[in-house]
């Protein structure tokens, strides 16, 4: 079954970086577009990231955009998520997905 398993959050001061990557298993990846969403606390999911099959399409949202950057390895079956320039409204859980599948996420804790 599909298995996708997030690692690399933290705490970090305002102005720090962190570096998600994201585990997958279970379907076809090499194949397959990825997202990062997030969920800060009291919200509901925000889109943060897409990255195409190849890796040659990515998109990010306003809120990341020139401080997230995503990539993946298909050689690994794994995605990743760059974060610069933190700031603390970007505090949240962060999760990878795929479709409507979702991993359990990993917690990112920015201090001002």
């Known amino acids: 079954q599909v298995q996708l398993v997030e690692s690399g959050g933290g705490l970090v001061q305002a102005g720090g970086s962190l570096r998600l990557s994201c585990a997958a298993s279970?379907?076809?990846?090499?194949?397959?577009?990825m997202k990062w969403v997030r969920q800060a606390p009291g919200k509901g999911l925000e889109w943060v990231s897409t990255?195409?099959?190849?890796?040659?399409?990515?998109y990010y949202s306003d809120s990341v955009k020139g401080r997230f950057t995503i990539s993946r390895d298909n050689a690994k079956n794994t995605v990743s998520l760059q974060m610069n320039s933190l700031k603390p409204e970007d505090t949240a859980v962060y999760y990878c997905?795929?479709?409507?599948?979702r991993g359990q996420g990993t917690l990112v804790l920015v201090s001002s």
């Open positions: 990255i195409g099959p190849s890796g040659g399409d990515t």
């Open positions: 279970g379907f076809v990846f090499s194949k397959t577009v």
């Open positions: 997905s795929k479709d409507t599948d």
